[in-house]
């Protein structure tokens, strides 16, 4: 969603120290990419087209593997990289990848920032050159902040790179919003929120048949096509005769193979993580409760339903997902 930067105060030199670049705990592998959840609330000067999200995928794993990256840091991308990112022919990357530094160079988003009551503007890459077939980009210091900073205080979503940029136009953010609460498995979402997440305005496609078909049905059949997960939806009217909210019901592919599962199921062992270390955390915060059931779920049902994936091999998950929260359990925490 396209906003208006007047008036608006840019980032500045004092501003760095509020956002300290410090190091991840976890890094992960090298095919996700993990951005801060802040990533997906950021206002844009312009709206931003597929290729400049698809970029950004793809310099985000660079980013949170890098050594202690500031400003001054280049990260490189080729034609060759380019086209194997997006599926172009490597005779036509060039002139593409071309257009789309010079679109990322000249791109400014607006964050808020709640300490100053304010919001502020900033740019996401600082410098950009050529030479030998290769392209540098260096980030602004807030872009690197969204990008490799990961904690308690700031939330983040990882997804695979290869799945996000298979996909175009809104199914770029409703692929990372799916992956985010795919641990919850069957949940409900309110159509304002879920406009929101997909950076619609509140008043777009005022009746859900529209926005089923215009935005939902095309975009999760991608989904469901091209992805890891496998998403059904459907309308639910909690507030009077219209639509209100989304549910939706989302799993992962069953891709492991028994190798992994094993591998799984041995680190589980090794690590002695219980189902209970795992269901006490949850139930015991607030916050954690509300964000781990699914749509009508008691905390009995929370319960069972932790014990029955740690049963099936499948708990990494949830330890996974806490982890995101800052949650990592020892084996001094066993109860």
């Given at each position: 969603m396209a906003v208006s930067l007047k008036k608006i105060k840019n980032f500045e030199e004092h501003d760095k120290s509020l956002f300290p670049l410090s190091a991840p705990a976890k890094r992960y592998p090298k095919d996700y990419a993990v951005f801060q959840n802040i990533f997906w609330q950021l206002k844009h000067e312009k709206s931003?087209?597929?290729?400049?999200?698809?970029?950004?995928?793809?310099?985000?794993?660079?980013?949170?593997?890098?050594?202690?990256?500031?400003?001054?840091?280049?990260?490189?991308v080729t034609a060759k990289e380019y086209a194997e990112l997006t599926g172009l022919k490597p005779s036509s990357a060039y002139v593409a990848l071309n257009r789309v530094v010079d679109a990322l160079y000249d791109h400014?988003?607006?964050?808020?920032?709640?300490?100053?009551?304010?919001?502020?503007?900033?740019?996401?890459?600082?410098?950009?050159s050529y030479k030998d077939g290769c392209f540098y980009i260096s980030f602004t210091h807030f872009a690197l902040y969204i990008m490799y900073v990961f904690n308690?205080?700031?939330?983040?979503?990882?997804?695979?790179?290869?799945?996000?940029?298979?996909?175009?136009?809104?199914?770029?953010?409703?692929?990372?919003?799916?992956?985010?609460?795919?641990?919850?498995?069957?949940?409900?979402?309110?159509?304002?929120?879920?406009?929101?997440?997909?950076?619609?305005?509140?008043?777009?496609?005022?009746?859900?048949?529209?926005?089923?078909?215009?935005?939902?049905?095309?975009?999760i059949d991608d989904i469901n096509s091209k992805t890891e997960l496998t998403i059904e939806f459907k309308a639910v009217k909690k507030e009077g005769r219209k639509a209100s909210h989304v549910n939706f019901i989302v799993r992962k592919k069953k891709t492991i193979?028994?190798?992994?599962?094993?591998?799984?199921?041995?680190?589980?062992?090794?690590?002695?993580?219980?189902?209970?270390?795992?269901?006490?955390?949850?139930?015991?915060?607030?916050?954690?409760?509300?964000?781990?059931?699914?749509?009508?779920?008691?905390?009995?049902?929370?319960?069972?339903?932790?014990?029955?994936?740690?049963?099936?091999?499948?708990?990494?998950?949830?330890?996974?997902?806490?982890?995101?929260?800052?949650?990592?359990?020892?084996i001094e925490q066993k109860v």
């Open positions: 931003p087209k597929d290729d400049i999200l698809k970029l950004l995928f793809f310099f985000s794993p660079k980013v949170r593997l890098a050594s202690d990256p500031n400003e001054t840091t280049e990260f490189t400014s988003v607006v964050f808020y920032h709640p300490g100053k009551d304010r919001d502020i503007r900033t740019r996401l890459i600082s410098t950009c308690k205080q700031n939330s983040y979503t990882k997804f695979k790179v290869k799945s996000a940029v298979a996909l175009h136009g809104h199914g770029l953010k409703l692929y990372p919003f799916l992956v985010q609460n795919e641990f919850r498995s069957n949940f409900d979402v309110s159509i304002k929120e879920l406009k929101s997440a997909l950076g619609l305005a509140e008043n777009s496609y005022p009746e859900y048949r529209d926005f089923k078909s215009t935005i939902l049905k095309p975009h193979g028994a190798n992994q599962q094993s591998e799984t199921g041995s680190n589980q062992e090794q690590n002695k993580i219980t189902a209970k270390m795992v269901y006490l955390t949850i139930i015991q915060s607030e916050e954690l409760s509300l964000r781990f059931k699914e749509s009508g779920e008691t905390t009995d049902e929370l319960v069972e339903r932790i014990k029955i994936d740690f049963k099936n091999n499948e708990g990494n998950r949830w330890i996974e997902k806490l982890a995101e929260f800052n949650i990592d359990f020892t």
